[in-house]
DNA sequence: GTTCGCATTTTGATCGATCAAATTATTCGG
DNA sequence: CCGAATAATTTGATCGATCAAAATGCGAAC
């Protein structure tokens, strides 16, 4: 394999300057057109590619993302992580940027890694996926002026910080919906399984279901178990749920493990038509027939391109200026219902 | 944020030129013990990275491993490749290389990324994953050269190209020792539901349960059933073979989402002590206590990166040269029980 | 005390692109 | 047909590092 063509060999090629090549590349619109077309046709030719890393020295962009990769969780729920960092990947490259991903042992050696990648230029930008109170990589990255954007609002103090764009998912709004339209459809008492207090997105979720639920303060107490998530735990929590004397007749919880477990503890207990509802939708919920609200991850990952690179651009924009644009977006997750006219996990494994 | 040092920055700092800053990073053993000191202590005060891309363009070699994500799979097995990701991100980094991902549709698309991504001295080597018969992109990158190694391996005409190098799990082996186990402990019929023929990695697996099946020609076909992945499939299969005369007393299935099907239909059926085995070692097998055969990532990583790099080295390596050392590593799986002992999915659903 | 050899350090050139400014070509009004 | 304004293109400098080769220092041998 011979050395690769470089902007002096299109450009002695098309009897131009190395300067005009670069134009036709990058702002081909001040070329004249007859001159384009011959550059071009050299590049074809001879099958240039410009030689990213000196674009980048010269520019001081590098046109990539950092993403770190969350610890692997055991649980089901961690697929929704992993299509987001596809669905990045797809975007980004429609973008014209890359992805850059690395793994991290907790909030501290992901900033030192942050540190490196950010002072080496290898990336412009960083993508935040599972924020958390008080979440020291934040304010780092505010500090330093390193754009960046979180799948994940900002839990705590920094809340209105514009410097901080941010994505996230209503789960309040989905479950509160969800909520409504089990009642709507004739539930009179849904119970919720989630996660103890304070989990940012877990307190939300709860939220949305004391909303809607209509409950009174004492029954919000009866019907919701608090437990750690877990295909166990939802089995134990609709046991206790379904035990009571006027029980639950739908079940909402706070992710797909929990729903899982709740579902196969409804059935076993003959209720093969209480419904059961999950949260992320993810591939599990998906093979056995689960209903689950479900993360609009498309529209998540095209906002936080967005939100860091505008509407179009591929450049890195500097950090928001105070009051112009909105910095952060919050998208509203919708029910996947898969149990009316599905085939029934209960007609299984009552069959 | 201030102008990031450069090495003549901190070669003035330590009084000494630039290319003794880059020693004391490159080659610290060529530069005297009391120089080098001086000039860490001014790279740590000034806090100097090196500039990754000015770095990359005078050395050639950008340290970095380019990786293409699969398109999403619905099924729940998608997670192995997940797992795959996320250890080759560890091990990269502790490997000081850096790990770039993209998505291509198909394998033409596929191709295209990784000219661009190579001729733009962006990636040094590639890792494939998901090879198939005939795969375009393993000749394309033979022919011109470029580093890469594949987890999967050439299935096909290629087979024994020194220049492809190649990690893979043995899917006989764990599927012949499994089965070998399940007939030690007691079972007389060990049935299999595995995919349809041609399907490189299932026809291995159902290679493994047919030499250690100890069925003659007769019963390996009927002791079999060929179905397309899927839990709803699994049920369907499961309930096939256990309404046969001398039903099997024990069933190994190529993926967890068909062993997660026919768990269910076994334990519909009241064979709640039935074995039953999966493949891949899943999330949701951990989650639902459903035995199944872990594939060794953590080895599979590590024997990649071994044969692209070296046993240490962050450099690429140029293509293998015939005869010397192995090309390719062949992994053992191990099968993970959770039947016995555990709580069974049987005595929830039953109880 | 010189000289040779080795260890250590410095200097000049270079990787491939873009920026900033200078230069040349073209258009248009009068 | 000329000169100014604008369009198009070219030239020189630069980004931050490493390579290759030259220069310096230093101890041992003669």
Redesign the interface.
């Given at each position: 394999?011979g050395r690769?063509p470089t902007v002096d060999d299109v450009a002695s090629a098309a009897n131009v300057s190395r300067q005009t090549v670069s134009n036709v590349l990058n702002s081909p619109e001040i070329v004249r057109e007859s001159t384009r077309e011959r550059v071009q046709e050299a590049i074809d030719r001879l099958?240039y590619?410009?030689?990213?890393?000196?674009r980048?020295?010269r520019t001081r962009t590098?046109s990539?993302i950092g993403l770190r990769?969350d610890p692997?969780?055991?649980?089901?729920s961690?697929?929704v992580l992993?299509?987001f960092?596809?669905k990045l990947?797809?975007q980004a490259?429609a973008r014209g940027l890359?992805?850059?991903?690395?793994?991290a042992n907790g909030a501290e050696d992901e900033l030192s890694?942050i540190?490196?990648l950010r002072?080496?230029?290898?990336i412009d930008a960083f993508v935040l996926i599972a924020t958390f109170h008080g979440d020291p990589r934040i304010s780092w990255l505010i500090e330093?002026?390193v754009p960046f954007v979180s799948f994940g609002r900002p839990w705590g103090s920094t809340t209105d910080d514009h410097r901080h764009r941010w994505v996230d998912v209503d789960g309040r709004a989905g479950v509160r919906d969800t909520v409504q339209h089990l009642r709507a459809s004739g539930a009179q008492r849904v119970g919720y399984i989630g996660w103890p207090s304070p989990s940012g997105t877990g307190d939300e979720r709860r939220a949305g279901w004391e909303e809607a639920s209509g409950f009174d303060t004492a029954d919000l107490e009866r019907y919701q178990v608090v437990t750690l998530d877990?295909?166990?735990e939802g089995?134990r929590s609709a046991r206790q749920l379904l035990a009571m004397d006027a029980a639950p007749d739908a079940i909402v919880c706070a992710s797909d493990?929990l729903a899982?477990g709740a579902r196969?503890?409804a059935?076993?207990a003959g209720h093969l038509d209480l419904p059961v509802v999950g949260f992320d939708n993810t591939?599990?919920a998906?093979?056995?027939g689960l209903s689950s609200i479900d993360q609009p991850l498309d529209e998540v990952v095209a906002s936080a391109l967005t939100l860091l690179f505008g509407p179009e651009g591929g450049i890195v924009r500097p950090n928001p200026d105070s009051n112009e644009e909105p910095t952060h977006r919050l998208l509203v997750p919708r029910l996947v219902e898969r149990r009316s006219g599905h085939?029934a996990?209960g007609e299984?494994?009552?069959?």
């Open positions: 394999m690769m099958g590619r410009p030689h990213a890393s000196a980048r020295l590098s990539t990769l692997l969780r055991d649980g089901i961690g697929a992993d299509r960092v596809h990947a797809e490259d890359r992805v850059m991903i690395f793994t890694h540190k490196r002072d080496g230029s290898d330093h002026e877990g295909v166990d089995v493990s899982l196969m503890a059935d076993a591939p599990v998906a093979a056995v085939r996990l299984i494994t009552g069959a």
